[in-house]
């Protein structure tokens, strides 16, 4: 599956065009009864058999030393990192929303019973203290 440059990719007969980035992907693909003299220079003639390849799954292909070759594992792996992450589906976000409010909701209530307990322990520590100030009282006034 050679491809060929040049005014050899400007042949009468072809039809297809492929064209590819600095890396040897393929960016597009082109029919001259379609784009007629809108395809672009470097667009590479291939044939129907090639294109019906190649179209379908166009990732998995590059230009490597001027032929079409299918693309290693490895280099798969590796495009797909560099990728952004995918967006969010709307779905996925309510699921992750719900969650997050669950367990803010399961922080709110853990803050406000440990503030509760707090409070009744505060409270209790008050009233031990008027009892002690009264009887405190008390003793100073027998004094």
């Known amino acids: 599956m050679e491809a060929k440059t040049g005014i050899e990719s400007r042949s009468i007969t072809a039809k297809y065009f492929a ?4 890396d ?7 029919f001259n009864e379609i784009h007629g003299e809108n395809i672009p220079i470097t667009a590479l003639a291939i ?7 190649y179209s379908v799954n166009a990732n998995l292909y590059k230009l490597d030393g001027g032929l079409f070759r299918e693309k290693t594992e490895a280099e798969i792996k590796d495009e797909l990192a560099q990728q952004p992450p995918v967006p969010e589906t ?6 992750r929303l719900e969650e997050e409010n669950i367990e803010m909701m399961l922080a709110l209530t853990e803050a406000y019973e440990v503030t509760v307990e707090q409070q009744t322990t505060l409270s209790a520590q ?18």
């Open 90 to 95: 709307i779905e996925q976000k309510v699921v």
């Open 126 to 143: 008050l009233e031990a203290i008027e009892v002690l100030n009264s009887r405190l009282e008390a003793l100073e006034s027998r004094m």
């Open 24 to 30: 040897g992907n393929i960016i597009g693909f082109y």
């Open 47 to 53: 044939s129907f058999e090639e294109w019906q390849l």
């Open 19 to 22: 064209d590819v980035n600095e």
